[in-house]
């Protein structure tokens, strides 16, 4: 769900744009130059430089020029010398909180609640709203967003006698033990579902953990769980079980080797080599953009059609109840601390979060859900998919929406996925001495502590 | 009479015009030099220094916070004595294989007869690829299961070959080996050296019924040293400031144990991704700081081995 | 003759096979990468997806399909000129240098020598953001001034690689033109700086180089004017976010690396004698 903030490239840069901005006052309709940095690039761009030129044709007095393939680490020195730009695009929801806290991205109530306002309850569905402030305060709106649920391979799953796709993830055992094939030389031809931290870029990982069993990421006053709540051993227990019982035969070393090795030969996320789609793995976690990148049978390149269904992704026994929900969250974008023309800034900004044709392009090019209620209704009383539907039915469900982040952004994910990486390697520290459950606690406990240091660090 | 004319001895009984001259001359020559090291590498450099004692991320002035970037870093930061032990253990092993790797070919090379021009271009080629390719091609070719590299080993008899980038524990054994891809310049640079050796001593050395091997280390190595030592400290820095490597690789293939996290990454994580400059102009003088203890170690055996009678400066 | 006897040895034809099978042993090794990436340029993107070794159908479209969408001609211009007013730069404003350090001895040698050696050695993130800054106060950022003119002040590599080269001229035919009557200038013009010919094309493709790959000098100081983007932005361009199209972005690379395989040729000679530094 969270598309990779990182450019491929290494950018070690910083990039400067002259926002010759004016003094413009809030309800004038005067001059301003404002610019727009943000990640798209090439024909991924087209439907936000579009939405750009319509903008421009309905504010002629507004100038706006934009930037491309500007990731957020660009524009940092930019506003140190007030020469950055006025808006910027975040892929994620992992840096709201630290620009919010700092002051980056500006608060925006005062846009929000004046004449030009927009009522935020009316126009974004709570889930995609849930994590563009910090602390009550909104200092972002969403620009397109995703979810992510669990893609399932109907014709597998019925094989394996399964008429509906698993709800617990003690149901995803289940289902993957009698779905898993293995090869004569024992490793994996066909796999049920992957407990695995960085299979592919949508996975099972800390996030995950928290989402699917509910564990929490910070006490009221800003401590991490990690050590605390007894929900992580138990998903990180059920990820060791998991690799033991349906990829060992019940031997966790044998368990974890041969997932590795599978792991490793994974077809490439994007393209028709990707595991669902070759019919290698039979349940997998994904966001909507699965569903634009499905490929149709080709025998020339062998690649066979795919029967899938979609539904919320399982989550722990003890959260049932609770089932339907899923992680939501996409691009979105704020008022940058430098900008010398906010209130024009907050036209455009407020534009391109509420525009229907930037909403309906964006979604057909990419792939990825409009972020305004309107868009999303359109789709769902449309003619498009069931896939899609399912999916915006996530979307809908009261309790879904991104974690509670902190203001030193995803490294506490970066942390955090060290121990499930060690766990599904098997290279637990201290486990022949201590034994896993002991290992993996003190584990937890040193992890949080370092969370603990870097948000001290942070703290101004 | 001659000796009145050259300049290389010191001119006492010149007139001080003459030396104003050649002290103007020779100040003009490096003026660029004197300019640039001034503007692009002096003033920088102190003002990262004083950088390193402020909290600064860059919307605000930078605040004196003194030694708190230097206590946090030894005594409360995890992940530099992870960028610490990985980045020596890279400095450590990739050079020495770097260089031996380079000396390898550059005797394979020399003795390849006619096919010497084409396959000193064959090796020079990959250090014009760009950094996203090569890491890429990589990333393929060292993958376990569908990579050529592991499908040579299972075919030579190893049955459980190392799983590369998607294990911690090899994965910086694959950096090594790309590194060791893009030694096509110091091939250049030691043929040429081993060329400047003159051809008697080959027939001395067979008169003398040295085998191949005692002459490699006995007379050749000795005489290209000094270029083996100007290589050596070079790659030594250049590698202490690995980066872009690790970078692409982790950005195909996830890292989460951080078993790629070098000083140089921290140093970037710390500024462009937590926004921490001050804390990343420490982390880079730290880097520092044991750069110049490797090369200082370095010069320092310089003596013990390198055989020079050139100059010594 | 001889050679021919000694082939028939059975001990010196296990050494002839065992030489040239690891000679063709390194030569795969070393080609392979690059096999693939110009094989890869020439794939359908489906195919590139799965990691095959031979396409299917080799085509040039990708080129065009770039071409077309992309302003590649724009870029590889763009990157054609800063490289060669980098050279320019370098070459002139490290020769200098590196011949008040070679050709003379004077007091403070050694130390101007230490003072580049520890340049070399400061970690390029040190001086990144104060650098940063100051182009941003001279107003250079968007522009291709930041990436073009700290050539023309001298590049310490090259100065090292030039020195060891100057120094190993024999005095003497200093001496000579000096004798002859020509200034300090003229012999350092006229005499000089025409043996070094060698070595002055051998460090102008090191510097052509070095500018041609430069990725994060562009990322940092043009990325926000595209007008002004040098061919390794564009490649990044290409490969978007998650390098979907694999076959296009090996491609572009390919076009990345012709023109410094070409120009290698070109002055391979000069390269391949390039001077060897005997001690720094």
């Known amino acids: 769900m969270k598309r990779k903030s990182i450019a491929v490239i290494a950018a070690i840069s910083m990039v400067v744009l002259s926002a010759c901005g004016s003094h413009s006052s809030s309800q004038s309709n005067e001059k301003a130059n404002i610019s727009i940095w943000y990640v798209w690039s090439g024909p991924s761009a087209k439907f936000i430089k579009d939405a750009i030129s319509r903008f421009e044709q309905v504010n002629p007095g507004i100038q706006v020029t934009e930037s491309e393939n500007t990731t957020v680490d660009k524009f940092l020195a930019a506003i140190n010398s007030g020469k950055g730009p006025d808006i910027s695009v975040d892929m994620g929801l992992d840096n709201v909180a630290r620009f919010c806290n700092s002051g980056m991205w500006l608060d925006l109530r005062q846009y929000l609640g004046s004449n030009d306002g927009i009522d935020l309850s009316k126009v974004f569905p709570a889930s995609v709203l849930k994590g563009t402030s910090y602390k009550g305060i909104p200092c972002s709106l969403p620009l397109l967003t995703d979810t992510s649920g669990l893609f399932y391979n109907k014709t597998l799953l019925t094989n394996a006698g399964f008429s509906s796709p698993p709800k617990t993830t003690d149901d995803l055992i289940t289902y993957s033990k009698k779905i898993t094939k293995f090869n004569s030389d024992g490793s994996i031809r066909v796999a049920g579902y992957v407990p695995w931290t960085g299979y592919y870029s949508v996975y099972w990982s800390s996030p995950y953990a928290s989402y699917m069993f509910g564990a929490p990421w910070y006490s009221s006053d800003g401590k991490s769980m990690l050590g605390t709540d007894t929900r992580w051993e138990q998903a990180l227990t059920w990820q060791k079980d998991f690799i033991a019982t349906v990829y060992g035969h019940g031997d966790y070393t044998k368990g974890s080797k041969a997932l590795a090795k599978f792991v490793a030969g994974a077809g490439d996320e994007w393209g028709c080599a990707q595991d669902l789609q070759a019919g290698r793995t039979a349940m997998i976690l994904d966001g909507e953009w699965r569903i634009g990148s499905v490929c149709p049978e080709n025998k020339a390149t062998k690649v066979s059609a795919l029967n899938y269904g979609i539904a919320p992704m399982p989550v722990a026994p003890a959260m049932s109840s609770d089932y339907g929900f899923g992680p939501v969250g996409g691009p979105v974008m704020g008022i940058t601390k430098s900008s010398k023309a906010p209130a024009a800034a907050w036209k455009l900004l407020k534009f391109l979060a509420t525009d229907k044709t930037l909403m309906e392009s964006g979604f057909k090019s990419l792939s990825q859900f409009p972020s305004t209620t309107a868009s999303l209704d359109d789709i769902s009383n449309g003619t498009s998919g069931s896939n899609w539907k399912e999916m915006i039915s996530i979307i809908d469900n009261k309790n879904s929406g991104w974690r509670s982040t902190s203001i030193i952004g995803n490294k506490d994910q970066s942390i955090a996925d060290g121990v499930f990486s060690e766990v599904q390697m098997n290279q637990l520290p201290n486990v022949t001495t201590m034994g896993f459950n002991a290992a993996l606690h003190a584990e937890l406990l040193k992890l949080a502590h370092q969370i603990d240091q870097y948000t001290l660090q942070d703290k101004h | ?313 | 003759m001889r050679n021919r006897i000694k082939l028939l040895n059975s001990r010196s034809l296990f050494t002839w096979v065992n030489k040239y099978s690891l000679i063709i042993f390194v030569g795969i090794t070393f080609v392979f990468p690059i096999y693939f990436i110009c094989s890869t340029a020439l794939m359908s993107r489906d195919q590139s997806l799965l990691h095959a070794l031979l396409p299917v159908e080799t085509s040039l479209g990708n080129f065009q399909l770039i071409f077309n969408n992309f302003p590649i001609a724009h870029w590889i211009f763009m990157s054609f000129a800063v490289s060669i007013l980098c050279v320019i730069g370098g070459v002139l404003t490290s020769f200098f240098p590196a011949y008040a350090l070679s050709r003379f001895q004077w007091r403070g040698r050694g130390f101007v020598l230490a003072m580049i050696v520890i340049s070399i050695m400061v970690p390029s993130q040190v001086v990144l953001i104060p650098l940063y800054s100051k182009f941003v106060q001279l107003g250079w950022v968007p522009s291709l001034k930041p990436l073009i003119v700290p050539y023309f002040l001298s590049d310490a590599l090259t100065i090292f690689v030039l020195r060891q080269f100057l120094l190993n001229i024999p005095e003497n035919i200093s001496n000579a033109a000096r004798i002859d009557g020509a200034t300090e200038i003229g012999v350092m013009f006229k005499i000089i700086m025409p043996i070094c010919a060698p070595a002055i094309y051998a460090v102008s493709f090191l510097i052509f180089l070095e500018s041609w790959s430069d990725l994060y000098g562009p990322l940092l100081y043009t990325v926000t004017d595209e007008n002004l983007w040098t061919l390794p932005l564009g490649i990044v361009s290409i490969a978007g976010l998650h390098n979907v199209n694999p076959n296009l972005t090996m491609a572009a690379s390919a076009l990345f690396m012709l023109p410094v395989i070409i120009l290698f040729f070109l002055t391979q000679k000069y390269v391949i004698s390039i001077i060897t530094p005997h001690d720094l």
């Not at chain 2, 459980?160 to 060791?180: H, I, R």
């Not at chain 2, 140093?267 to 990343?280: E, L, Q, T, W």
């Open chain 2, 1 to 313: 009479m001659l000796e009145r004319f050259q300049f290389s001895n010191p001119f006492w009984t010149s007139k001080k015009w003459i030396r104003l001259k050649r002290f103007l001359f020779l100040f003009l020559l490096l003026s660029p030099w004197v300019l640039g090291w001034l503007l692009l590498f002096g003033y920088p450099t102190l003002n990262s220094l004083y950088i390193s004692f402020t909290k600064f991320d860059i919307t605000t002035k930078p605040v004196w916070v003194g030694f708190a970037n230097y206590k946090f870093m030894f005594t409360q930061d995890p992940l530099f004595w992870i960028a610490v032990k990985n980045t020596l253990w890279i400095v450590i092993i990739g050079v020495p294989v770097q260089i031996v790797t380079a000396l390898l070919i550059t005797f394979l090379v020399s003795k390849s007869g006619r096919l010497r021009h084409v396959l000193q271009t064959v090796v020079l080629i990959p250090s014009f690829v760009p950094v996203v390719a090569g890491a890429m091609v990589f990333t393929y070719i060292l993958n376990p299961i569908y990579g050529p590299v592991n499908a040579f080993l299972r075919l030579i008899g190893f049955s459980n070959p190392p799983m590369w980038f998607y294990d911690p524990q090899s994965s910086k054994w694959g950096l090594v080996f790309f590194g060791a891809w893009g030694v096509g310049t110091s091939i250049v640079i030691y043929s040429a050296a081993l060329m400047r050796i003159p051809r008697q001593i080959d027939w001395l050395a067979q008169i003398d019924g040295l085998t191949e091997w005692r002459k490699a280390v006995r007379i050749t190595f000795p005489l290209i040293s000094p270029v083996i030592f100007y290589t050596l400290v070079v790659e030594t820095i250049q590698q202490f400031q690995i980066f872009a490597k690790s970078y692409v690789v982790t950005a195909q293939v996830p890292d989460p144990e951080n078993s790629m996290y070098f000083l140089a990454t921290d140093v970037y994580n710390s500024g462009f991704k937590d926004f921490h400059f001050g804390y990343a102009a420490a982390l880079g003088w730290a880097l520092t700081i044991l750069t110049g203890i490797f090369v200082a170690l370095i010069f320092s055996t310089q003596r013990m081995w390198v055989f020079s009678n050139a100059k010594q400066d």
